[in-house]
């Protein structure tokens, strides 16, 4: 194409925002400048050339790096970088340019006048053609430029032509042009790329047509494709479509001529064309659908008005095949032999659910009610009806050491449901120190029985509606977790453990421990109602097992619902049969070794539990076992890698076993003490359940004949004088941990007589009983746990109270026979065997009296 260059600077009007003006276009924008500011050399420019109908280059400005498009116009930024011109542009004559606020900053202010100290102008620009910037001339006061064009007036649309005044000449524009040509004529190549324009123009204002726009705009729109050129036409579509400010900036350029802009635009055109069509479709499809639910909620709605006027029945009619999940499921449903308040539930809700639309929310929530009524187990039984008691007996055996009482309870359960079908089943709680193996009795109890095994945890557990569920008026309700258990176990007679019951909490929601009260009730849960369910379901032939640790903390009318059976802990004999039998495989296959090379003897296992475990249970016992294990693997695996398996020696004697587990963790506690007058050794019961030493020390000292107790220990008792000039000190050394302190009242007074009488007790001796004003030795609780703790800490004689000898008989007979089990009534048998040679008569200065004035 010809180029025609100008001798005279012309003022750039710089366009930002990815403002883009194209030839025959008309670009109506705001100025908003300072009074003040540099920006007002240019508006009066613009002015001037507005009253001479002179031209202006309309430069787009180039995006700075991390800049948002701020539009400078608005903020009133005329003078700007000339690096940042784009080397094209638009010659424009100005159409309009009037102030909008008169420059008083009042009403029509735009939104970027944000004071009245700015002006804001409205400017009208009409582009003629395209220019090439050459060289910038001057940037004072304001920004001018030389350009060539690229086309002449003649490029301009025919139906704008006639709006340019015939003053408007080159001559009369301050441009002067060395050569003025035509632009080059149409080629056969531009005028087949213009016919395929115009057919893309045509279409896409079809589709412009259903956006609802006006007829008289798509009426000259359609005039104007058919009338223009390939460049015109070019040039107008490219204004009309959505397009990057990169796009537009490389058709306003015009780099390899007008066929290929022509060309750019057709692809540009059709890309446009196909997101059209393509939105459309979607939201023809979106229309459709919303139509078509609404189509069928109206028909259905007609559908129950004719049934009804007919008097059909709904439960025989109005049935969809489309929905082959609901008919599965009402099938479900109708074979299912449900209870009568169940059946007329599921009924009432199949009905709702096939008058309702599948778009309603409330159609989700019924099926899921649905479903989980179908899945209930209404009448499957587990287990046989001729379980062999022998058999069951061996199992809980198998599984479990000791556990006697457990044992006797379940063997009772099944011989009486031998005899008696519809037994009932038995609520068990049983109680006992952590570890002794309450959870897994469960499970236990459930394969000697054949039925299935579900555990529930409850510790923590502070909300009535997890155990009685949640209203399906809630988003998102569920049943509480006994129906959970019941729906994932599929029977209804399953062992369900009710591990941690002691650790119920309780809060603003409800208590958790009340809504077991009908559960755990054998007269009650055969009409167990779940919120969800909102129907009766029958609990009475689930076996409950409860666990806890203590039952200070369980309330009382759910203890008076269930069977409570005491789980002691262990003696060592017990341990070291637990260990053989259990622990010991247990641990020899989890670490990969065979019991034919790995033998430990029962003395290194006695050592074991007596001198690294000091607890009820044997878990800490296990994981002395497994660090054993561990140390053995190691060197097992090292004489493999030597090829050394001779030399590998798996038998860990009660040396080896320092050398593994270390100097040992305890020692005898009663020995430890020594020989000294006013220590005495208790016998005490802690919270968890377990049994416990409690030594008690006894200290005169010159004072004001006050008694002073030192540790912490529930001893009842008031402090006063008792000797002048003579304070005594009792301190309890293991007092930090809560104890049972009033059964430590004998073992107080015998502390105080040594210390008086300034002579020690006999040792290996330990005593529990409270006592009388009068001297006398009253009963009181946990015997076997005490009995067996001293029997771990090394205690040779055991005084006990005499209404306490009942208690021994539970006591394992080992134990019993490898201590001196005394029983006293009064104070005076206490102190009587608890020194080597009695109590003789007084001994520094101290008389002993054995009544009430002690």
């Known amino acids: 194409m010809t180029s025609l260059t100008h001798t005279k600077p012309v003022a750039v009007l710089p366009l930002s925002g990815g403002r883009v003006l194209f030839p025959g276009l008309v670009l109506r924008m705001q100025i908003s400048v300072s009074r003040d500011s540099d920006s007002m050399a240019i508006i009066d420019n613009i ?116 709006v340019i005044p015939k003053s408007a000449t080159l001559e009369r524009t301050q441009i002067e042009w060395r050569s003025a040509t035509e632009y080059a004529l149409e080629t056969p190549e531009l005028k087949a790329l213009g016919a395929t324009l115009a057919q893309c123009g045509l279409e896409l204002t079809e589709l412009l047509s259903q956006l609802q726009l006006p007829t008289q705009v798509l009426s000259q729109l359609r005039k104007t494709i058919n009338e223009a050129n390939a460049s015109q036409l070019a040039d107008l579509l490219a204004s009309m479509i959505d397009l990057s400010v990169e796009e537009k900036l490389d058709l306003l350029a015009e780099r390899e001529g007008v066929a290929k802009r022509v060309e750019k635009c ?58 082959p999940e609901f008919a599965a499921l009402k099938k479900r449903l109708e074979t299912l032999p449900l209870p009568e308040e169940a059946a007329k539930s599921t009924k009432r809700e199949l009905g709702r659910l096939k008058r309702m639309p599948a778009n309603m929310p409330e159609h989700q929530i019924i099926r899921t009610y649905l479903e989980w009524m179908s899945e209930m187990p209404w009448d499957i039984m587990s287990g046989s009806d001729s379980v062999d008691v022998q058999k069951a007996k061996m199992q809980l055996d ?13 063997l009772e359960y099944l011989a009486v449901g031998k005899l008696k079908k519809d037994l009932k089943g038995p609520i068990l709680c049983l109680i006992g120190p952590p570890g002794v193996g309450k959870t897994s009795l469960g499970k236990s109890v459930a394969n000697a029985l054949g039925r299935k095994f579900y555990r529930i945890s409850l510790g923590g557990v502070r909300d009535e509606a997890e155990i009685r569920g949640h209203r399906r008026t809630y988003v998102g309700a569920l049943p509480g977790l006994i129906i959970q258990a019941m729906r994932k176990c599929g029977v209804k007679n399953p062992v369900i453990l009710l591990d941690e019951i002691d650790k119920l909490t309780r809060d603003a929601r409800g208590d958790p421990s009340a809504a077991l009260l009908e559960v755990l009730d054998p007269e009650q849960n055969n009409t167990f109602t779940d919120h969800y369910l909102s129907v009766p379901f029958d609990l009475s032939q689930v076996l409950f097992i409860a666990t806890a640790n203590e039952a200070d903390t369980i309330s009382a009318p759910l203890m008076d619902r269930m069977e409570v059976i005491q789980i002691p802990g262990y003696t060592f004999a017990e341990k070291v049969s637990i260990a053989q039998t259990h622990l010991l495989p247990k641990q020899i296959s989890t670490h990969g070794l065979d019991a034919v090379t790995v033998n430990i003897p029962q003395n290194t296992l006695m050592r074991m539990a007596t001198e690294y475990t000091r607890e009820s249970g044997v878990r800490t016992l296990n994981r002395h076992v497994a660090a054993v294990c561990r140390h053995l693997a190691v060197e097992y695996a090292r004489a493999i890698e030597r090829h050394a398996l001779d030399s590998f020696n798996g038998t860990v004697s009660p040396i080896k076993l320092e050398e ?61 004088d008792l000797l002048d000039g003579i304070d005594v000190h009792i301190h309890f050394p293991a007092g930090a941990t809560p104890k049972d302190g009033p059964s430590a009242g004998a ?108």
């Open 660 to 720: 593994i587990l270390g100097q040992p963790h305890f020692v005898s506690e009663v020995s430890e003490r020594g020989m000294s007058p006013g220590v005495v050794t208790g016998l005490a019961w802690s919270s968890d359940g377990a049994g416990g030493l409690l030594f008690i020390e006894a200290m005169k000292m010159p004072g004001k004949g006050k008694l002073k107790r030192l540790g912490i220990v529930g001893v009842g008792g008031p402090d006063g």
């Open 398 to 410: 198998a599984d479990h050491f000791g556990m006697d009482g457990v044992k006797k309870r379940v």
């Open 266 to 323: 057709v692809e540009l055109v059709t890309r446009q064309i196909q997101v059209l069509k393509i939105s459309q479709k979607i939201q023809t499809n979106v229309e459709n659908k919303l139509g078509k639910q609404q189509r069928e909620y109206i028909l259905r709605q007609q559908l129950e008005a004719i049934k009804k006027e007919l008097g059909e029945s709904d439960a025989e009619s109005g049935e969809s095949s489309a929905d």
């Open 47 to 162: 002015s001037k050339q507005f009253t001479q109908a002179a031209l202006v280059a309309c430069v787009p400005l180039l995006q700075e790096e991390g800049s948002k498009g701020t539009k400078e116009h608005e903020k009133g930024d005329l003078n700007v970088d000339p690096k940042r011109l784009f080397g094209f542009g638009v010659a424009a004559r100005i159409v309009s340019f009037k102030a909008v606020n008169g420059g008083k900053g009042k009403a029509g202010r735009s939104s970027a006048a944000s004071s009245s100290n700015r002006i804001v102008y409205a400017v009208a620009l009409e582009g003629l053609h395209r220019i090439k910037i050459d060289a910038v001339v001057k940037s004072e006061p304001f920004l001018q430029v030389s350009v060539s064009t690229l086309e002449t007036l003649g490029g301009l649309s025919p139906d704008l032509s006639g």
């Open 747 to 854: 073992a107080i007074v015998t502390a105080l007589v040594s210390l008086f009488l300034d002579q020690p007790v006999r040792p290996h001796i330990a005593m529990t009983g409270e006592m009388t004003l009068r001297g006398q030795v009253c009963p009181v609780g946990g015997i076997k746990e005490k009995v067996l703790a001293a029997h771990r800490g090394g205690v040779q004689r055991v005084l006990l109270p005499e209404r306490n000898r009942k208690d021994v008989d539970e006591i394992p007979s080992d134990v019993r026979n490898s201590m001196d089990i005394c029983f006293v009534k009064t104070i005076g048998e206490v102190l009587g065997l608890a020194f080597e040679d009695g109590v003789s008569g007084s001994r520094s200065g101290v008389k002993v009296v054995y009544e009430s004035k002690l």
